[in-house]
């Protein structure tokens, strides 16, 4: 052994001198033995590698094919991966003429799937954040040296410097409000130029690396492994449609038709309707998949199969390398829909217990329910295999419900009907319903500021069916601020969670009396629900309202909740023998909220301008 290492070490060195000169992007950067897919499709770049041949000497491993595209500088490569193969180091052996490369490459061993991938159900409630304006953690990450945007606190349009740590050091908080699931806006690197503002996340540079502003893999994986000890789910948000156009593809593209033509295709129409429209023309469906979603986001041409193979695998990898629970895919409509559809069952396939919503902006249940699973309904026949939806007729109609009622379909009539419609949806428990979220006006500024309303439709989106997601800030009932651009209201960051805040409201000592007050009403109705059966799955079965009162009931072997929002500004009483078909097998009710009795043999009477929700005893 003495005699081989001085041999052996000067060799290493040289190998990893060449392949670090010659091959500077290896993705995915590292692989695992005995993953659920068999095949890896490795891209990469560097000068002049797709003139190169490939050979790989390692048992259980066998190239299956290599490819050349348009730019010379690339090498895809296909390995199939038997169930043989151990983690270790291969050596990728790259050949060209006399001139040698080896490109070392890791087979790491799989975690244990135990807590990781848990998926999410209407079990959950989900806390949607922007990592970007919840806490900062870390100061020394607000600017980094050689990326492009700075942090700027006086310029709500620019990053404010939260990241990872910052969510870390408050998991405690968002556990305190109930809160069981977290989806963090994306948190792979945007480094783009700053009057673009990327802090949303949405326009990806580099699709295997968080942003180091963020903090860094390891400290994302820490994260969810933290979350995860505490009996949370986290929720990766994610983007086939689109990346940003400092992306580092964009100044090589691997092949001519790697991104659509903005030239031919512009923006896209935003009209979501396209893809399920049965009358649909080719140059709306161009319009809608193939434009860019603006010019600072090149549209991905998901087609061309070596970049769709790189999107799958891009999933796979972190579900594999972070444990993630569950997928939000961002602009799920936007894409072409049979790629989805693809991407959708391979990363299902390979991780059955995680579960996937899709963003489907439109904005009626019709075309909310094409999105998920098969939808016999659907002329096409379209199989999406999306097992969730974001349910934006849901957030549509609550939020319109209480400034208009006038006609018959309007008011608290209006959430009757929406659910009168769910017969188009494969799962609607599966739905993730929402009051607001990053892209649209908080839920308090949009009902008026009015306080019962709030309370109203916080209650309503704990009791109704599917997966509630509440947006950070509406546990204190957030207003908008007036500053910044349209969205940058409502993405405000969270007082306290910057070193220099005046006041923090993660203690109770740092909010109002009011903030108090809807924190605690936010915190008694969530964890309730995280104990309630019959909130969290039980039978939906609803009355037709009348006089601005809707009551429906939440039915569980064990449990049944009757709820009735009384939209009338006078207390009322509800006459018992419309619900006899229920209220028959109980004798009292008990309020959730006040542990006030009701006699439920009788005709009672129902508070104004509440959700009340109704315990039912025998
Ligand atoms: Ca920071």
């Known amino acids: 052994m003495k005699n081989v290492l001085p041999l052996i070490l000067p060799f290493l060195f040289l190998t990893v ?13 590292f692989w695992w033995a005995d993953m659920p897919v068999a095949e890896l499709q490795i891209q990469l770049y560097g000068e002049e590698l797709g003139y190169y041949r490939a050979s790989v000497d390692y048992e259980g491993i066998e190239i299956i094919r290599q490819i050349a595209v348009d730019s010379p500088n690339y090498l895809f490569i296909y390995l199939d991966i038997s169930k043989h193969a151990k983690p270790g180091q291969l050596n990728i052996k790259l050949t060209r003429d006399g001139n040698k490369i080896d490109v070392p490459y890791q087979l790491l061993q799989r975690e244990s799937s135990q807590g990781r991938y848990q998926g999410f159900d209407s079990k959950d409630v989900i806390y949607l954040m922007m990592p970007d304006r919840f806490a900062n953690g870390n100061p020394d990450n607000d600017s980094i040296k050689g990326m492009l945007e700075k942090a700027n606190r006086q310029d709500p349009t620019k990053r404010q410097g939260g990241d990872i740590q910052g969510v870390r050091d408050h998991l405690d908080y968002i556990q305190e409000i109930g809160m069981t699931a977290i989806w963090f806006t994306p948190i792979i690197e945007n480094d783009m130029k700053p009057e673009y503002g990327a802090y949303h996340g949405y326009a990806a540079t ?26 949370m789910k986290v929720i990766m948000d994610m983007i086939n449609n689109h990346i940003g156009d400092q992306h580092w593809w964009m100044k090589d ?17 935003f009209r979501g ?44 990898w972190w579900i594999e390398y972070s444990g993630i629970d569950g997928i ?13 559809a693809r991407w959708a069952k391979q990363v299902l396939d390979a991780y059955p217990t995680l579960n996937i919503v899709g963003e489907a902006w439109v904005n009626t249940v019709q075309m909310s329910g094409f999105w998920q699973y098969d939808d016999e309904g659907a002329s096409d026949g379209y199989q999406s295999n ?14 319109s419900a209480f400034n208009q009622n006038f006609g018959w379909t309007q008011g608290l009539r209006s959430l009757y009907y929406l659910f009168a419609q769910d017969a188009v949806y494969e799962n609607p428990m599966l739905n993730v319903i929402f009051l607001d979220n990053h892209d649209m006006g908080r839920i308090f500024e949009t009902l008026g500021k009015n306080k019962e309303h709030f309370k109203m439709t916080y209650a309503f989106l704990m009791t109704a069916r599917g997966i509630p997601q509440v947006y950070y800030g509406t546990e204190l009932m957030m207003e908008h601020e007036n500053r910044g651009g349209d969205d940058e209201g409502w993405r405000q960051t969270m ?22 007050e809807t924190f605690e009403y936010v915190k008694t109705l969530t964890k309730w629900r995280n104990t309630s059966k019959a909130a969290q799955k039980g039978k939906f079965l609803h009355f037709v309202p009348e006089e601005d009162i809707y009551v429906y009931f939440r039915i569980h072997e064990q449990q049944t909740v009757m709820v009735i929002m009384n939209n009338n500004a006078e207390a009322r009483t509800i006459g018992r023998d419309r619900f006899a078909e229920i209220l028959d097998g109980f004798t009292s009710g008990k309020n959730i909220l006040t542990k006030e009795a009701i006699n439920v043999r009788r005709n009672f009477k129902v508070p104004p301008k509440t959700t009340s929700i109704w315990e039912l005893e025998k």
């Open 253 to 269: 593209l691997p092949t001519k038709d790697w991104v659509n033509d903005i030239e031919k295709f512009g923006t896209t129409s």
């Open 206 to 231: 580099n699709l295997y690396k968080v942003d180091r502003r963020y903090g860094s893999n390891e400290e994302y994986k820490a994260l969810i492994d933290e979350v995860h000890r505490r009996g």
């Open 495 to 516: 007082p306290g969670g910057w070193p220099d805040d005046t006041r923090s409201i993660f203690t109770k000592e740092g909010r109002t009396t009011q903030e108090n």
């Open 386 to 399: 999306l097992p969730s939806v974001t349910d934006f007729p849901f957030a549509n109609t609550v939020r």
């Open 328 to 340: 939000r895919m961002d602009t799920y409509v936007y894409p072409d829909k049979e790629f989805m």
């Open 17 to 29: 001198i060449l392949s670090a000169q010659q091959v500077t992007v290896i993705d995915p950067p």
């Open 273 to 316: 309707s396209v893809a399920s429209d049965p009358y649909a023309s080719n140059y709306d469906i161009n319009k809608l998949t193939k434009g860019w979603f603006v010019p600072e986001m090149p549209d991905l041409n998901q087609n061309n199969e070596l970049l769709g193979d790189y999107l799958i695998q891009n999933t796979l």
